[in-house]
């Protein structure tokens, strides 16, 4: 007989694991870099910003793992780190403009 798989609860979520549940949501677009100017990204902002507050309301701070800044490259090899699309996307759960108690989440990993 085939044993079962027991379940371990999550503690965070990549962006993989967030196209394979929400195909028509992350599956067009690279979930590591999020930004809440682009258009593009605003069916995946919305859906990202419902499952913190689902979290939040019930005392989980939820937070995806590969989220990260854009990371370029210039023409002498020298890495530019572009924070900007991350604390757009970010900001709001940090500060508490995501949640309807105006409470940033406790942590973020």
């Not at 027991?6 to 870099?33: E, M, V």
């Not at 757009?88 to 990993?109: E, I, K, Q, S």
Request: hydrophobic share 45%; glycine share 6%; no cysteine.
């Amino acid at each position: 007989a085939a044993q079962a798989k027991s379940w371990r609860p999550r503690r965070s979520w990549d962006g993989r694991d967030l196209a394979k549940i929400y195909p028509r949501t992350f599956g067009a677009i690279n979930p590591q870099y999020l930004d809440r100017a682009s258009k593009a990204d605003q069916r995946a902002i919305a859906r990202l910003d419902a499952l913190v507050r689902a979290a939040q309301t019930r005392g989980v701070a939820l937070f995806v793992a590969n989220l990260e800044p854009q990371i370029s490259i210039n023409s002498v090899g020298r890495l530019r780190f572009d924070w900007g699309a991350y604390d757009r996307t970010m900001a709001p759960y940090m500060n508490g403009r995501a949640f309807p108690d105006g409470l940033p989440l406790v942590m973020l990993l």
